[in-house]
Nanobody
Framework: VQLVESGGGSVQPGDSLRLSCSASGLTFDDYAIAWFRQAPGKVREAVSCISSSGEDSYYADPVKGRFTIARDNAKSTVYLQMNTLKPEDTAVYYC?????????????????????WGQGTLVTVSS
């Protein structure tokens, strides 16, 4: 199984970026996909998650209204559209895949729910 993130980069506050997570080696539409991030010196935090069907999505409070998650099961790819970026969004962003039942009892924000992780892509927001 391989998850590959792309789309990171250096931008200014207020700019937008779209991250992609391409998966291979798994039955993609059996898995919920989440984005996590880890800023320098901080613990990893959940950002967003989309259910296996794409019908349900979840967001952490700091990104609600600015980030949008979407998936294309035909392409085995999940996207994270990030708008109105802020310096505090600076982090390495990771995608993760897990057999979560959503909506349901699964804790989308818990890293332990995910079986597979990508290597990460760096997003830097600075003026």
């Amino acid at each position: 199984v391989q998850l590959v993130e792309s789309g990171g980069g250096s931008v200014q506050p207020g700019d937008s970026l779209r991250l992609s997570c391409s998966a291979s080696g798994l039955t993609f539409d059996d898995y919920a996909i989440a984005w996590f991030r880890q800023a320098p010196g901080k613990v990893r935090e959940a950002v967003s998650c989309i259910s296996s069907s794409g019908e349900d999505s979840y967001y952490a409070d700091p990104v609600k209204g600015r980030f949008t998650i979407a998936r294309d099961n035909a392409k085995s790819t999940v996207y994270l559209q990030m708008n109105t970026l802020k310096p505090e969004d600076t982090a390495v962003y990771y995608c993760a895949a897990g057999p979560l039942i959503l909506p349901g009892a699964s804790l989308w924000y818990a890293g332990s729910e995910y079986d597979y992780w990508g290597q990460g892509t760096l997003v830097t927001v600075s003026s």
